[in-house]
């Protein structure tokens, strides 16, 4: 199997950005300006902003042909890659591969989604790292016949979509709670279906965990592990009691966690666990009889509370909600009853979606094992 360096195959280049003070390079625009945020799936047919013809003449930015293949050189989204399937510009984050006679656009898409994790770990810079396009250039491919290639990404393919249907199923389970608890409670701000209201710090005050925790292996849970809008755990951390710190609070399983920082980005956990977390997030205790706490904790994830709650906030660079106005919110108060059908309804749901959620690994390992056969030639 005969190996190429990137820089010999392909054209790379990167784009620019068009000076923000200018409010004609992007007034009216209608070339799309692709940002690393944009590479979020496999193909890119629209962009999130424009600019205009004004604006890609005194810039560096400079118009991509469509089944440019694109791969983001620095920031949060380091790696993503996607396929242009509309002719745009880019910034200069973005790196560039100029389509070519000899490479299916798809085939180095998943060559760059295959080896995603040794590229950055090429990046220089530490906890913020950065690829070049020299690093990009010297990275080697296997250089297959275009029917090998065709083959490999028709399979890859298949197995993709696989995975993407079940992502797309999870999805929709998350969309049915929200959707039940709408139709059932209505919206929590306008309240149009008249329930009883309390203030937030009657029928759920701040409480912290009062018991006793296993001194070497302590559950410490920090923001950066809570998926937002959905509150899932996407990593755990057991600590010893001397790793704790001190700006931590505690919580067990009749706690609902609200993240008081940023809340537009919607961090709501019901634990399952007892454990530590960042002062950040506020231990709700949700009083027995009166509020159940997966009616809170969706209350709380619902979107027009979110918005509300967004705009109640101090502080510009890093805002948290004003304590005063999340004490003092009235929070509608359904019979208990209707509350308990919610949670058991909730329950039945997430039973099927962590069978769901398993079967969606099984697909991504198998995914990721056709990759690494691809690419070592073990494919075929």
């Known amino acids: 199997m005969e190996l190429k360096k990137l820089g010999d195959i392909f054209k790379i280049t990167s ?18 300006w692709i940002k690393t945020g944009d590479l979020k799936s496999k193909n890119i047919y629209k962009s999130s902003q424009y600019i205009t013809e004004l604006g890609v003449k005194n810039s560096s930015a400079k118009l991509f042909p469509k089944d440019t293949v694109l791969i983001a050189m620095y920031g949060a989204t380091i790696g993503a890659t996607s396929i ?5 510009a880019t910034n200069q984050a973005c790196a560039a591969f100029l389509p070519t006679k000899d490479v299916m656009p798809e085939y180095l898409y998943y060559f760059f989604k295959y080896n995603k994790e040794k590229i950055i770990s090429k990046g220089i810079g530490g906890a913020q790292p950065n690829i070049s396009a020299t690093i990009l250039k010297d990275f080697k491919i296997p250089l297959l016949c275009l029917d090998e290639q065709e083959k490999i990404v028709n399979i890859l393919n298949k197995a993709q979509n696989t995975t993407n249907k ?36 009657e029928v759920a005050p701040v409480i912290n965990y009062k018991g006793n925790f296993k001194q070497n292996e302590i559950w410490l849970l920090n923001l950066d592990m809570v998926e937002s809008n959905t509150g899932k755990i996407i990593a755990y951390n057991y600590v010893t009691a001397s790793e704790v710190g001190s700006s931590t609070c505690t919580f067990d399983t009749t706690n609902v966690l609200y993240s008081k920082l940023r809340p537009y980005l919607n961090k709501v956990v019901i634990p399952k666990e007892i454990g530590y977390a960042t002062s950040e997030m506020m231990p709700l205790q949700p009083v027995k009889g009166i509020l159940d ?39 509608p108060i359904p ?36 990759m690494q056969r691809a690419f070592k030639g073990e494919l075929f």
């Open 15 to 32: 784009g620019g950005t068009p000076s923000k003070k200018k409010e004609e390079y992007y007034l009216d625009g209608d070339i799309p």
């Open 84 to 88: 242009l399937k509309i002719e745009a």
């Open 166 to 201: 079940r992502k797309e199923q999870i999805n929709l389970l998350d969309e049915l709670v929200k959707s039940r608890f709408i139709e059932m409670f209505g919206d929590p701000i306008r309240n149009i279906k008249c329930w009883q209201t309390k203030r937030m710090d």
């Open 293 to 331: 706490r997966y009616y809170l904790a969706y209350m709380l994830r619902n979107k027009v509370f979110v918005d509300y709650i967004s705009e109640k906030v101090s502080g510009a660079k890093m805002p948290r909600v004003t304590m005063n106005d999340f004490r003092d919110f009235k929070v």
């Open 335 to 370: 019979p208990i009853e209707l509350q308990n059908q919610f949670a058991n309804f909730v329950i039945e749901v997430d039973k099927l979606k962590f069978e769901m959620e398993k079967s969606l690994k099984e697909l991504e390992d198998n995914f990721n094992s056709l």
